[in-house]
């Protein structure tokens, strides 16, 4: 069956190389839409969308150009590109999960044997390649062979085997590192037609192979080819048998899998990288037009303007399906197609992608926290069902007039901004942190805030509209856990309020909260033995407590000192309710005693004991130690002595052929090193460098403790060296090293580098066990 499969790779490995990869792109959406086969309708089935930030289920050349972003690195790419979403089915519940998805989209230069010139996409070009409805393989079908699948396993353990060979359906058993479901799009377009009825009639395939020879005369020119990968998590589920793994459209077999297109693309742009990125072997940084315009951070933080629809996919593990959205009963093409499990289900509505703000009140834009502390102090709160009108009503109520949320799921009210922080926005794509309770909306980011404003802050507006079951992707599902609680600060009172998670059914995104006070000192509580109470104390985003840290919603005083003790710590400090702190020694200026009411947040894990406040510790200490408190932030001789970060050009900890940079500015004009990024709790120097090195970058910066960033150049205006004292937090990995501080990266390079030098940037291709190949 494969004979002639494997005949057309060994073509395609001849074939011009010119190519290039937007690897590991993320879907902005999932839901059941198809701008293409559903227009103006819900879709048939739920589909995985990436790409652009308007898709909606009508296209429209010029509104999709009008998208603020894309989840593809490369900006001026408009396009969305989609596939049907792949679900696990457990074989004892039947209970339908869809399995994390990411894509690999590939452009491929090919002209052919008679050297025909290669086009841009036409502006409002559709296309679909795949059929839903198959249930058979024809092994002389350019279109079938088009869809294949490859299992995973980067160990080599079965590289002879045939039952992981690349294949046209689904494997007879699990694949350990994930399944790539593959397809490629026809090339040859008539020339007139952007759409067709079958939508596919107005392409065709070349004559000689489905991915590479001529074109045929009724269909003369020759487009830019199109290759999907389909990664899908397929590893972390268990396997049984045939009917494991189904399609959104009820397929069990694989052949059913299909693949959209439409196009957004600034059309000169691609032309001028067709004709001139000779050199690009998968690598968009190899082609000069298009890494002009990369931009990873506004592809990490794109979100959905538009709409979607209001139904339950599956994402939420608390309210699990069976039976799959839409009309498509499961079915393995054996019999007659079962009839529709849920025909009398009702056609769904769409609702908006992002909660839409309470009346008055209007988004200003990210805005950095303060250098000395946060930004808005006024009143506080913590919650897993947090969206942005969650905060702007919480605030309101408060009768605040500014409102900020950070980090998906914190919330911060006053009437000025204060610690040295401003009202004059910065990028963007600075705030990344997805809504708790909405994946669709950017709650701030790591010291970050979203702000709001309403010149009316008294009026709380009960209309405003609810947390609507947000379904459309599982961290955007707002039906939390009814054991979910809201942890609220307000200085003008030392009781904390306590709320229920708000229900899909909730009329108003305001929550009705009971008041019980916490525990008023940290003596109060229990503490484990040999270890007493320190009072409250002052912290600062430099930290008073540097050697390890951690934060969870099960927060207790003795979850928190427990962990400090068993790193070996001697001091333990609890703050904003959820957030613990270990050291030997206070830093930074910090640990000195606060009057006991600042520490007013009742913890996440027991409402009745205080576990901090904003920038103040519920203190802890061994009583075998004697530390100065709550007067001075200093230990004593006696206590276990803690190594004072290393500065900002020390080598401790740098890989061999890496060198320190020293301390450079970041965030002028965006991101300095902006290629790629990840954050940790455990982020060391030799982590950082490690993540920056693997995916080809030359230059790696940590900063704020716990956020690398890596690059080849200094961009955005950034890299400026500036006094080793800016940069004054220790790793959270690593209390002995410096990870850089607000706004300031403690950098590090493999090669001498310039503010001019080229970008250098691998192109971030997951799902393969080599960076680039010719198997399609």
Request: hydrophobic share 35%.
């Amino acid at each position: 069956m494969f004979s002639q499969l494997l005949s057309l790779v060994a073509l395609a490995a001849v074939a011009n190389a010119e190519h290039w990869i937007f690897g590991g792109s993320r879907p902005i959406i999932t839901t059941r839409l198809d701008s293409i086969v559903n227009p103006g309708a819900i879709g048939s089935h739920v589909h995985s969308v990436v790409g652009a930030s308007r898709f909606k289920n009508t296209y429209d050349a010029d509104d999709l150009r009008q998208s603020k972003c894309t989840t593809i690195p490369v900006q001026p790419d408009k396009s969305n590109y989609w596939a049907p979403q792949l679900y696990h089915r457990d074989q004892n519940t039947g209970a339908l999960t869809p399995m994390q998805t990411g894509f690999n989209i590939y452009y491929l230069v090919r002209n052919g044997p008679k050297n025909q010139p290669i086009k841009a996409f036409p502006k409002g070009l559709r296309m679909v390649a795949g059929d839903p409805n198959r249930k058979t393989y024809n092994a002389s079908s350019f279109a079938d062979q088009a869809v294949s699948y490859v299992c995973l396993d980067y160990s080599g353990a079965h590289n002879n085997d045939p039952n992981y060979a690349e294949r046209p359906n689904f494997f007879p058993q699990n694949c350990p590192n994930g399944m790539r479901a593959q397809i490629f799009f026809p090339s040859c377009w008539d020339g007139v037609n952007l759409d067709s009825a079958d939508h596919k009639s107005h392409m065709a395939y070349p004559i000689q192979n489905y991915n590479s020879g001529d074109c045929p005369d009724s269909h003369p020119v020759h487009l830019v080819s199109l290759f999907y990968e389909m990664i899908v998590s397929v590893d972390q589920y268990s396997y049984w048998g045939p009917g494991t793994w189904v399609f959104a459209n009820g397929d069990t077999t694989g052949y059913g899998h299909h693949g959209d297109f439409q196009d957004g693309w600034d059309t000169a742009l691609l032309q001028t990288a067709i004709d001139t990125c000779t050199n690009a072997n998968g690598n968009v940084m190899d082609c000069p037009a298009l890494a002009a315009h990369f931009d990873q951070a506004s592809a990490d933080a794109c979100v959905l303007e538009t709409e979607y629809v209001d139904e339950n996919i599956g994402a939420d593990p608390s309210q699990p399906i069976t039976k799959l959205p839409g009309c498509n009963p499961i079915w393995d093409g054996t019999g007659s197609k079962p009839a529709c499990p849920n025909a009398d289900a009702g056609t769904p509505a769409l609702v908006p992608a992002q909660v839409p703000l309470p009346s008055g009140w209007s988004e200003v834009g990210c805005i950095a926290e303060g250098t000395s502390g946060r930004a808005l102090t006024g009143a506080s709160l913590t919650s897993k069902t947090m969206t942005r009108a969650v905060c702007a009503d919480f605030c309101a109520s408060k009768g605040f007039k500014l409102a900020g949320v950070e980090f998906g799921d914190e919330c911060y009210c006053d009437n000025q901004v204060r610690n040295g922080a401003s009202q004059n926005t910065i990028t963007w794509n600075l705030c990344t942190s997805h809504c708790a309770a909405n994946a669709n909306e950017i709650c701030g980011g790591p010291a970050r805030l979203t702000l709001l404003s309403t010149a009316n802050p008294g009026a709380v507006s009960s209309a405003s509209p609810s947390v609507h079951s947000t379904t459309a992707k599982p961290s955007s599902t707002a039906n939390a856990a009814s054991s979910a609680v809201l942890v609220v600060s307000s200085p003008s009172s030392s009781a904390v309020a306590t709320t229920s998670a708000h229900s899909a059914s909730t009329t108003s995104s305001k929550a009705s909260s009971t008041v019980s006070a916490p525990a008023s000192s940290s003596s109060s509580v229990a503490v484990p033995a040999g270890w007493i109470g320190a009072g409250c104390v002052s912290d600062n985003a430099a930290r008073a407590l540097t050697g390890y840290s951690f934060a969870n919603d099960q927060m207790t005083v003795a979850s928190c000192v427990s962990t400090c003790a068993s790193k070996g710590y001697s001091l333990a400090g609890i703050e904003y309710g959820r957030e613990c702190y270990c050291g030997n020694t206070f830093s930074n200026s910090q640990g000195k005693s606060l009057p006991a009411s600042t520490c007013n947040m009742a913890c996440a894990g027991d409402k009745t004991a205080t576990c901090g406040g904003s920038w103040a510790l519920t203190a802890f200490k061994a009583n075998n130690i004697n530390i100065a408190l709550p007067s001075s932030p200093v230990a004593s001789s006696s206590a276990p002595s803690a190594s004072a970060p290393s500065n900002s050009t020390s080598t401790s900890g740098v890989p061999a052929g890496w060198t320190a940079l020293g301390c450079r500015k970041d965030n002028v004009k965006g991101r300095t090193l902006n290629v790629d990024a990840y954050t940790s709790q455990n982020m060391t120097v030799a982590s950082c460098i490690a993540h920056c090195s693997a995916r080809g970058h030359t230059m790696a910066g940590v900063e704020y403790a716990r956020e690398c960033y890596c690059g080849s150049a200094f961009v955005n205006g950034g890299g400026a060296a500036v006094a080793d004292s800016a940069c004054n937090m220790a790793c959270a990995g690593d209390s002995a090293s410096v990870c850089g501080g607000p706004d300031a990266l403690t950098v590090f390079s493999s090669k001498a580098v310039s503010g001019s030098a080229r970008r250098a940037h691998k192109a971030r291709s997951f799902g393969r066990s080599h960076q680039h190949s010719d198997m399609f």
